[in-house]
């Protein structure tokens, strides 16, 4: 293959007979550097998604919003708390959503109230 | 108007003791806190949408990580670990210089600190501070986007600029060297980027995309802990708008 020299320095006789062809080559590397973002966008999405999942717990669903509905076994738990320990409660009402969820994660996990009750005033007291 | 003006003095009068109180109030709160951000520091503050948000970490000794943030092993490619450093030029920063970061440049307002996650991330909770520039935003040089992000990062668009005045500006004759044909970075605002930690390559993105259009590398920094290792430590989080 000859090469020759221009003033954009060397290129080679393919290059300059095909620039049709070269300009088509570009436009793959360029096409399929976009789809590969795409579907990097798209891999991130659906791992999001992984979010909710990991958090909720079982029984619990998901709302379009991404937002979870309490189980009935969780609105019995709270309710359970409520008339017992109005105290816990009431710190247990004023902790944002994933710290209640948390909360209630380690009553299912088997805690004993007074364990509850700990951690009800660890996280009110550290949020 | 003599009752207003005694209450207003009664107010000030009061004022260094409610100051005091507070103060006394925070130190007893920090001796109380077995987990500390750093030996030195139990906590800290940073204005987070409006509003002052204390960054700690869990008081809970049996604390552990669950959820999303626990999980270890992520389809590599894409969510394959990142090296240490994004670019040899931008320094890879850890929790204890983010602290720092979170009480120097934040508070004075001369740093940004970035969450380059997309919006649905951003959105399911986020480091206190943060603000959200998804990495889609700062990948494309030349998009509105990337402009408004640079125009919101204290970069001063150029026109005009004459080819002998760039030249020098080159040869480092002219300027501080933090000017481009198009941007001038020179009160450009210190950043630190960060995403969902070792696995994530939202920010190196991000951080490439930056340096691609110029932006002084020493002015960025890379948390590569990102949000799961500031879980992994029990740090505060907060969900936008809540």
Not at chain 1, 41 to 62: F, H, M, N, R, Y
Not at chain 2, 21 to 28: I, P
Request: with cysteine; hydrophobic share 35%; aromatic share 10%.
């Amino acid at each position: 293959m000859t090469a020759l020299t221009t003033g954009f320095g060397k290129m080679t006789c393919v290059s300059l007979r095909y620039p049709t062809l070269v300009l088509y080559m570009i436009g793959l590397l360029t096409q399929s550097a976009a789809a590969e973002e795409d579907d990097y966008i798209s891999q991130i999405s659906a791992e999001a998604k992984k979010i909710d999942a990991g958090l909720s717990t079982p029984g619990q669903q998901q709302n379009q919003d991404g937002s979870t509905d309490k189980s009935a076994a969780q609105m019995a738990f709270e309710e359970d708390l409520k008339s017992r320990y109005m105290g816990s409660y009431t710190f247990y009402r004023k902790l944002p959503q994933r710290a209640r969820e948390e909360v209630y994660e380690e009553y299912q996990g088997g805690a004993s109230i007074d364990e509850i009750r700990q951690k009800i005033m660890n996280r009110f007291l550290n949020q | 108007m003599k009752r207003c003006v005694k209450l207003i003095f009664r107010v000030l009068l009061l004022l260094p003791f409610v100051a005091v109180a507070d103060e006394t109030a925070d130190t007893k709160q920090a001796d109380e806190l077995t987990v500390k951000l750093s030996a030195e520091k139990p906590f800290t503050y940073v204005m987070h949408e409006g509003q002052s948000v204390r960054v700690q970490r869990t008081q809970d000794p049996e604390y552990q990580l669950n959820g999303y943030y626990a999980k270890t092993a992520r389809k590599c490619p894409p969510f394959c670990l990142q090296p240490m450093q994004v670019d040899p030029r931008v320094v890879t920063i850890g929790e204890i210089e983010l602290f720092d970061f979170m009480e120097g440049e934040l508070r004075d307002k001369t740093g940004l600190l970035i969450d380059a996650r997309t919006a649905e991330w951003f959105n399911r909770g986020t480091i206190p501070g943060s603000i959200n520039i998804p990495f889609t935003h700062l990948n494309k040089p030349g998009t509105t986007e990337m402009e408004k992000a640079l125009l919101r990062f204290g970069a001063r668009p150029r026109v005009n600029v004459g080819a002998i005045s760039l030249k020098l500006e080159e040869l480092g004759l002219l300027g501080d060297g933090d000017k481009t044909e198009k941007w001038d970075f020179s009160n450009a605002k210190q950043l630190v980027l960060w995403c969902n930690g070792p696995e994530c390559g939202q920010s190196p993105r991000a951080i490439k995309g930056l340096l691609k259009v110029g932006y002084p590398a020493d002015k960025i920094a890379y948390y590569r802990g990102g949000m799961q290792l500031w879980q992994l430590w029990g740090l505060t989080t907060v969900v936008p708008g809540e």
